[in-house]
């Protein structure tokens, strides 16, 4: 499957993916993604800095099955951002290349290291990023607009 960097045709379709994926998780509330206020235009917010990149996953159709973002966090860190993946490409190995595609373009950017918060309602995200070398922090590096996430991890690049 295809991965490519967002356009702005894209917004809608990554937006409605990543509620979606918030609403089945029950992650639907203040303090996550779900409310973030560039989500409907991230095109946008990731062409406005070159230390951010947001990808695609896109089927045969070209239609968004996916995405994962990077962005500044703070000096040499970077955060993975919104790894969100439709239900009909799960098990396929998509996060782990969406991953990959995400950490590369950090190590190209000049980052040493890759932090991500979730939640414990999503599980599998958690055993994803414990399986792809990253480890657990007791709590987040810095306070943060997600507060309802709660596991924290980073990944030496």
Not at 12 to 24: H, N, P, T, W
Not at 31 to 38: I, L, M, R, V
Not at 43 to 54: K, L
Not at 115 to 140: C, D, W
């Amino acid at each position: 499957m295809p991965i490519r960097p967002i356009t702005s045709q894209d917004d809608a379709a990554v937006a409605a993916l990543v509620r979606s994926c918030l609403q089945a998780a029950k992650l639907d509330q203040p303090g996550t993604a779900y409310f973030d206020p560039q989500l409907d235009h991230l095109s946008e917010f990731y062409a406005a800095n070159p230390g951010r990149a947001y990808f695609v996953l896109v089927d045969a159709a070209n239609q968004v099955i996916g995405g994962c973002g990077i962005g500044e966090y703070q000096g040499p860190v970077a955060e993975l951002q919104k790894l969100y993946i439709a239900p009909s490409a799960r098990g396929q190995g998509a996060s782990h290349q969406l991953m990959q595609t995400c950490e590369d373009f950090a190590k190209q950017a000049g980052y040493t290291q890759v932090y991500l918060e979730t939640h414990h309602n999503l599980g599998v995200a958690i055993t994803l990023y414990a399986h792809s070398g990253y480890r657990q922090l007791p709590k987040p590096l810095h306070a943060g607009p997600h507060t309802t996430m709660d596991y924290f991890f980073i990944k030496d690049l």
